[in-house]
């Protein structure tokens, strides 16, 4: 395995969130959440296969080639790097479709033609790129006083997240992981969430389909230790 895949996360991360908004509220769908005790360790990478070579044009791919194409966590980065653009436009008006205003769908599909998007799109889109290569479509979601998604993946060593921003390197904790990202004024995630894409939607739902899955209330959140 890379060693720059696998060395340990040595700085702090600051976090782009979703948007500071109130959990309050009824009437929205909740995702259904998982243990972290049955997260599967990706397969291994072999020597060499993490390397991004020959910067790739992913805007003439598509959506099934850049699938296709990515094959590694840090493939998938590079993607998320180079491809997309955070959508502040959508952070703002993220509230809104809260109340199912103006709401649209979020696949993988649609996030690869629009290039941009906000965190839980870039963490829904590594989880697509990744899903062929025996990697678990998962998202941690973090909460304190707002909101963050990664997309996150286990190894041998512990457990790495992909999205805006990065986080390469892996934490032998989920719970440390979590503490690597600190908010804008410095503070901290209190509790967090892990969900599989595909315990809550088709897959073709998630990744080519038309579904909102803008949805931030989750049936559990978990206290950081």
Same mark, same amino acid.
């Given at each position: ?16 969130v ?11 769908a909740t ?15 072999? *020597? =060499? %296969? !993490?390397?991004?070579? +020959?910067? #790739? ?8 080639? $850049? ?7 840090e493939?998938?980065?590079?993607y ?12 703002e ?10 709401? *649209? =769908? %979020? !696949?993988?599909?649609? +996030?690869h #033609? ?8 870039? $963490? ?10 025996g ?12 909101l ?5 993946y ?8 992909l ?20 908010l ?18 088709t ?22 230790r």
């Amino acid at each position: 395995m890379s060693g720059k895949l696998i060395r340990k996360v040595g700085r702090k991360i600051t976090a782009v969130v979703l948007v500071g908004i109130s959990l309050l509220g009824s009437g929205c769908a909740t995702y259904k959440t998982m243990s972290p005790d049955l997260i599967q360790s990706a397969p291994p990478i072999r *020597k =060499g %296969e !993490s390397l991004v070579e +020959n910067p #790739t044009d992913y805007s003439k791919l598509t959506w099934q080639e $850049a699938i296709e194409h990515v094959r590694t966590p840090e493939q998938a980065q590079d993607y998320l790097d180079r491809h997309f653009e955070y959508d502040k436009d959508e952070e703002e008006g993220f509230s809104l479709r809260l109340f199912n205003v103006g709401s *649209k =769908g %979020e !696949s993988f599909k649609y +996030n690869h #033609t629009r290039a941009k998007g906000v965190c839980l799109d870039y $963490a829904t889109s590594a989880a697509a790129l990744l899903s062929d290569d025996g990697y678990e479509p998962l998202l941690l979601c973090m909460r304190g006083d707002v909101l963050h998604a990664v997309f996150l993946y286990r190894t041998d060593e512990g457990f790495g997240a992909l999205g805006k921003p990065p986080s390469f390197g892996v934490c032998p904790t989920l719970d440390g992981l979590v503490k690597s990202f600190t908010l804008p004024n410095g503070g901290k995630f209190r509790e967090y969430a892990v969900v599989d894409l595909d315990k809550n939607f088709t897959r073709e739902e998630w990744i080519s389909g038309d579904v909102d899955l803008q949805i931030p209330f989750m049936d559990k959140w978990r206290k950081v230790r």
